[in-house]
Structure formats: C-alpha cells, structure tokens
C-alpha cells in the first residue's frame, strides 16, 4: 500500500531473470508438491472434526474447533511479513512452516497416550490451532513466490489444472482413510486406523515439503515503499480496491459462515443421513470441483478473473436457499454438483485477484492481512450462526414465514418442525446475505478493471500513473 505518488504502468514479471527450464521444472515440482498436500489433506485435515470426536469432544469443543483455529491461525498468519522482512526468503518461511504443520499431525497421534483422556478432546483443539498457525504463517508467503514464478498469462489454466490434481489426490486418499478408518473400527482398533491416517498425512507432508524445497525462487527484493503496517492497510481501506475486496470477501465468509457450521448437523440429525451419504455428498461435490476448476481456468484467463468471480458468486448466493427447497437426496446431491462447480470458480478467482492486483513485492504482506480480515469473518460468522440456532430456534419454529418455507421442504410437520427450523433460518439468512455483498464486490472489481486499463494505456504512452487513488496496494 504505497503511498509513493507513482504506480507501475504495468504489473511486472518477477521471474523475467529466471532460466526458462528452471521456471518450468519448478511449476511442475510444485504441482506434485501439492497433490502430496492434497494426501495430506485427505488422510488427515478433512478429518480433524471426526478424530476430536472419536476423543470425546462435546458441543463446546466442536464450536471451539470451527470458530478459533481459524482465526489465531489467521493472527499467527500476520507475522510471516515480519519474518520474510527479516530473512528476505519466502522459500525459507514457507518449508519451515509447511514443515511444522506436518509435526502438528505427529503431535495428535501422541494425544490418546500422552494427555488425560477428559483433556484429549482439547488437546485436540490446541493442535488444529497449531496447525493453521502454521498454514497461516506459510500462506503468504508461498503465494508471493509461486505468483511470481508463474506467467500471468497462463495463471488461470495453471491454477485451474493444479487444484484439481489436488482435489483429485485429496478425494482418493479421502476415501481411503474413511475406508481404512471404518475396516479398523469393525474390528474394535478404531485407535490404530487414526494412528495409521495421521501418520500417512504426516508423511504425506513432509514428502509435499521435499518437492516443495527444490522449486526455485525467483529475486524478491522489496523497497520500503512496499512496507506497511496492518493499520496502514485499514487506514487506506476507502482509497485501495485490494483493501476494500478483502472486505468483501471477508463479508462474503460471514454470510457463508453463518449457515456453514451447521450442514452437517442438518444432514445427520434433520434428514437423517447415513454416513455413507455424507461421503457421497461431499464425494460428488469434490468431483464437480475437480471436473470444472480448469474450465473456470480457462475463463479467466480469457475474460478475467472479475468475470468468473461474479458469475459464480451468483451461483454460490443461492445454494443455501435450494437447501431449503427439498429434502430429497438425489435432489441434494444435484445442489452439491453445483456447489463443486460454483465455489470452485469463487475461490479460483479470489486467489487469481490477489495476483493481478497487487505488485509482486506486496503479496506476502496483502496475504497476511487479507487472511485476517477474512477469518475475523469466518469467526464473527460462526458465532452469529450458532447465536441463532441456540438461542432462536423455538421463536424461529413458531414464525409464520419459517413456517412457510418449511413447508416446502417436504419435511412432516411434528418433532423435525422444530429440528428444522433453526437451520432453515440460517441457510435462508446466509444466501440472502450473499447478494449484496456481490454487489459490493462488484463495484470493486469494476474499480480495478478501471486501473488496469488506466495502467495500459499509460504503459503504452510510456506515461506514469499520478497520485492514483484506485491503486490496488
């Protein structure tokens, strides 16, 4: 967020000085690095929640578990400016703590034998904040690197294709650890199937960290122009499009995160969901992303990342408000294709937007703060959310518009009346919430469109930018 009265005419290439075999040899180690992270995933972070309850987590550890992680992690997230200041190595910063997140897995396979069973649950809690400490802090840094290191012009395709070996790796491993997890616990060894998983993410981690240790990086040499502090980026909040993005996205998270802790307790508790269910439904919803990221990929890269950011934003305000239409399952599984499909665009271009709007030497710190902002929504999010199913839920269930879009649910009137109710006013509260923030987001986007083409064309008449108040960060 400079305050220098001279803005690049264009953002440049960080990585022109690289060999162009080097850069490429990197990429591709850096997409096997991540499909490694994607083990990762599958065999252990997409099951965090189960092992805490396989521990004994009550109510309170559960909520415990969705609100504070991300937040700390997000404030851990802060200092990774500091250290890349200090060091001058995103590489350094980024394998130390991509590293560490991988010791984080070892330290919840000592929980069941090394802490007093009533307190596992919570060591369990203390972990996941250690562990998104750790992404937290690697985060930035690995986006300021690797957004460097690849071409603007192939961003959308190579991001698109990348996640989606990810979530590919991720939804196999995914099954197999529910699988192993399963074929354990019908022998009575359920203890030994989350010993072998955590295990497996760990080695998965580390192996992830070794591929990720050989990709170079390109010079990163940032002026003190480039420095500010996280009260300068509040401060400038009216006057950067960067800034004023991430608050429509932190908005964004709040709406998401008023309804999002809660689907799994509607489709266990309401609907009365099997587990095998729950797999399939997350299963088809993983596949639709994998199917279609790098389509959205090639969107981008044509259109832009604005387009695709707000085509499927649309998309993703009205998922919670199909929810509340049906109760079927095939219908419901239909619901999650398109979510596979929508979100996997949103995040898509809310990443690729980080990298066509801020200057190469301001990712990390734009990052860092951007993650803040981001999980104080998620947090404020949750927390609004189970204010509302815990405290509103009987008035809800007695309210004559809940009543009434209840009833198209299908669901029988009687106990589930009052189950249900709760939940539906907070999918209803949530996606209604999504469009005007897509609305706000918008005119950002629009905004940024503004300077860019303001940039080109002074970039073509080799004129600089002055005093512009739309600069990006």
């Known amino acids: 967020m400079s305050t220098a009265a001279e803005v690049p005419a264009a953002i440049p290439d960080s990585a022109e000085g690289l060999d162009p075999g080097v850069r490429e040899k990197s990429l591709r180690l850096s997409v096997i690095d991540g499909c490694f992270h994607g083990g990762m995933v599958g065999l252990g972070e997409n099951y965090l929640g189960a092992y805490a309850v396989f521990l004994g987590a009550t109510p309170a550890v559960a909520a415990a578990l969705g609100a504070w992680p991300a937040l700390i992690g997000a404030l851990f997230g ?44 919570w060591g369990a809690v203390v972990c996941v904040v250690l562990y998104m400490a750790s992404n937290n802090v690697a985060n930035p840094a690995w986006n300021s690197w690797i957004g460097d290191l690849v071409p603007a012009a192939r961003r959308g395709h190579w991001f698109g294709r990348r996640n989606s070996l990810i979530a590919t790796v991720t939804l196999v491993s995914m099954l197999a650890a529910g699988a192993l997890l399963d074929g354990f616990k019908a022998r009575g060894a359920e203890l030994h199937g989350w010993i072998l998983c955590l295990v497996g993410a760990a080695a998965m981690k580390f192996i992830s960290v070794g591929f990720l240790s050989r990709v170079a990086e390109p010079p990163y040499n940032p002026s003190s122009a480039d420095s500010f502090t996280f009260w300068q980026f509040l401060r400038r909040s009216p006057q950067s499009n960067f800034a004023r993005f991430t608050w429509g996205i932190a908005l964004m998270w709040f709406c998401v995160h008023l309804s999002g802790p809660f ?58 408000l199909l929810w509340c239409t049906t109760t079927t399952f095939a219908a419901l599984l239909a619901i999650q294709v398109v979510a596979g499909f929508c979100w996997g665009g949103f995040n898509l271009a809310t990443a690729n937007f980080l990298f066509e709007a801020v200057t190469p030497a301001k990712r990390a710190r734009c990052a860092a703060y ?39 649910t299908g669901l029988p009137a009687g106990p589930h009346w009052r189950d249900a109710a709760p939940f539906l006013l907070v999918f209803a509260l949530s996606g209604l919430g999504r469009f005007p923030v897509l609305l706000f987001l918008r005119g950002v986007i629009d905004g940024q469109k503004a300077h860019e083409e303001l940039r080109e064309r002074s970039r073509q008449l080799a004129v600089p930018v002055k005093g512009d108040p739309g600069e990006s960060m």
């Open 78 to 121: 802060a200092l990774t400016v500091g250290l890349i200041d200090r060091f001058r190595r995103r590489s350094t910063v980024t394998i130390v703590a991509a590293a560490a997140a991988g010791v984080v897995y070892l330290l919840l396979v000592a929980l069941p034998f090394g802490v007093p069973a009533s307190a596992a649950a």
């Open 263 to 320: 689907f799994i307790l509607y489709q266990l508790k309401v609907l009365g969901w099997s587990y095998t269910q729950l797999t399939v439904s997350t299963a088809i919803q993983t596949l639709s992303a994998i199917a279609t990221q790098p389509w959205w990929g090639r969107v981008g890269d044509r259109r832009g990342s604005r387009h695709v950011l707000l085509a499927s934003g649309l998309l993703c305000a009205v998922l919670p």
């Open 370 to 408: 951007f993650n803040v902002v981001a999980s104080i929504g998620i947090f404020v999010g949750a927390a609004v959310g189970i204010t509302i199913v815990d405290r509103l839920g009987a008035r809800a269930a007695a309210s004559g518009p809940i009543q009434a879009l209840f009833s198209l």
